[in-house]
């Protein structure tokens, strides 16, 4: 007669052996859904770890752009402190002595003004998304352009006046330094337009009216009328005798 299977201990080992790995299996099931639990607990922790330094960085950036925007404006400050009142002599010089006895030293001075502001201010100038400087170019060039105009308008009332002047009065108001570089440029000394000088025929500007070229007193030689002795015997053009005897 066979045996039951319940009672057969072949059986019975198989199914405790076969018990005891599923109860293995169940104890690394829990295991590892031990770890994976544990696991997203820390990507959960490393997430919000994170997100609370992105918050820090953020707010630590926003400081540090704060106190940077107040170390440019300081240093700017400091620099407008320096350069402001070069400029401002540079200003007073430029519209006063320019023309003096010592216009290299004043002119000297305004190119170091003009260096020191362009080199050593402008480039500190606060962005704040570049308005700034735009407001600054814009009016720099207002500023300037106001006086060019200005300058301009003067300049032309004082060439209108001194061409109603009489010619012997026109040429004293005239440097004798800026009439021989006036014409050495081929233009009138006295309204600075082209005149062809190299034509014998022409003694006087054609545009204002002022002499060009007249006759020595002492030989009748052709000469320029700015000249203070004839170029073929010395005579002075004042005094009228020789330069040897001046």
């Given at each position: ?227 203070r002795f004839c170029h073929a015997c010395g005579t002075g053009a004042q005094s009228g005798r020789p330069a040897t005897e001046v």
């Open positions: 007669m066979t045996q039951r299977a319940e009672h057969d201990p072949e059986v019975l080992a198989r199914t405790k052996v076969l018990d005891g790995l599923k109860q293995a299996e169940q104890r690394t099931q829990q295991a590892v859904e031990a770890q994976q639990q544990a696991l997203l607990d820390a990507r959960q922790a490393a997430t919000a770890a994170q997100r609370q330094l992105s918050g820090m960085e953020s707010s630590a950036y926003e400081k540090l752009g704060a106190e940077r925007r107040k170390v440019e404006l300081r240093v700017f400050l400091y620099r407008l402190a320096l350069t402001l009142p070069l400029l401002a002599v540079a200003g007073w010089l430029f519209v006063k002595q320019r023309k003096g006895t010592y216009w290299p030293f004043v002119w000297g001075f305004i190119f170091f003004a003009l260096f020191a502001f362009f080199v050593e201010l402008v480039p500190y100038l606060p962005s704040y998304g570049g308005y700034v400087r735009y407001v600054v170019g814009i009016a720099i060039t207002v500023l300037v352009g106001r006086y060019a105009i200005l300058a301009l308008n003067r300049y032309l009332e004082r060439q209108k006046q001194a061409e109603s002047l009489p010619d012997q009065e026109r040429r004293k108001e005239l440097s004798y330094d800026v009439a021989l570089a006036r014409l050495a440029k081929n233009v009138c000394p006295g309204c600075e337009r082209p005149v062809d000088l190299k034509n014998d025929k022409i003694d006087f500007c054609p545009h204002c009216g002022i002499g060009l070229f007249d006759r020595c007193g002492h030989c009748s030689t052709r000469k320029s009328a700015f000249a």
